[in-house]
């Protein structure tokens, strides 16, 4: 299918696809943002970092982590600020050259993190759940493997353990509150 010449017709679909994919990235993403800000003081990304790091038991160099969690170095540097003010991440230095640093997560960013994900990852479940049967849930993971950056480190990040214990608010697909927002 790779060698495939696209039709006018299919241009107009894909064009289609595209504009739909982003729309719903978006549409997803403030939603989200808006319910972890609410209750957490955090974003999207914030939990996407915290998630990676929870990984990594010595830590990332900054660099790494801007290319795992796809932003930019200087994104990653004001993210990650903003994530030590709140002591959910530490700067540690590299003992071999003390030019590089890795953030770290901190037992209050592993508390957060596991926060987060019981109401994001029930909000995410209420959002597609209402949309999708399993089997049309699976079909959309399958096709949306074959985009570039569709897969591989996507299900790295997600493969680890769940929250847990999740509490009623995020069994109603609503983010727990706990914190005063940042």
Not at 45 to 65: C, F, Q, W, Y
Not at 137 to 166: F, K, N, T, Y
Request: aromatic share 4%; hydrophobic share 45%.
């Amino acid at each position: 299918m790779s060698d495939q010449v696209l039709s006018a017709q299919d241009v107009e679909r894909a064009l289609l696809a595209w504009g739909r994919l982003l729309g719903a990235h978006a549409a997803m993403t403030r939603t989200f943002n808006a319910e972890l800000q609410a209750a957490l003081g955090l974003t999207v990304s914030d939990v996407e970092v915290l998630k990676v790091l929870a990984t990594e038991p010595i830590g990332l160099r900054r660099v790494d982590l801007a290319g795992r969690v796809r932003l930019t170095p200087s994104g990653i540097t004001r993210l990650l600020d903003g994530l030590e003010r709140c002591d959910l991440v530490a700067k540690r230095q590299c003992p071999e050259d003390a030019r590089v640093t890795y953030a770290v997560i901190t037992d209050a960013g592993r508390e957060m993190l596991r926060e987060a994900e019981a109401g994001f990852f029930a909000a995410l479940a209420r959002v597609f759940g209402e949309r999708y049967a399993p089997a049309e849930l699976d079909r959309l993971v399958e096709l949306l493997a074959r985009l570039p950056g569709g897969g591989g480190e996507l299900e790295e990040i997600c493969s680890g353990e769940g929250a847990g214990g999740e509490g009623a608010e995020a069994s109603s697909g609503r983010i727990p509150s706990r914190i005063t927002p940042r």
